[in-house]
């Protein structure tokens, strides 16, 4: 346990950060299973790109904000991009 007034300051930071960037990862993770749900479902054409826009747009708020690595950013859109064209109906 930290003594120091900084420290402890510094650990209560640390902590509620990781909190944040934990619930974005999470959010990210639940709207990649979504998109994924939605395609082998074979939801329409509007539907799967409501949710591929939601997705994007959250990995990107997490690179922003520094939760994410903007490379893992890029690989995570790539992925959903990749998902989303695989669909048969393109």
Do not use: C, W
């Not at 993770?29 to 994924?36: A, C, D, G, V, W």
């Not at 890029?74 to 959903?80: G, L, Q, S, V, Y």
């Amino acid at each position: 346990m930290a003594n120091i007034k900084s420290q402890i300051k510094r650990n209560n930071r640390s902590e509620r950060e990781r909190v944040e960037n934990r619930q974005y990862t999470s959010a990210i993770k639940t709207y990649f299973r979504r998109l994924e749900t939605a395609v082998t479902e074979g939801k329409d054409e509007a539907e799967l790109t409501a949710e591929h826009r939601k997705l994007v747009s959250l990995i990107d708020k997490a690179v922003k904000r520094g939760a994410l690595h903007a490379n893992t950013g890029a690989r995570k859109k790539a992925r959903a991009e990749r998902l989303l064209r695989s669909t048969p109906t393109a």
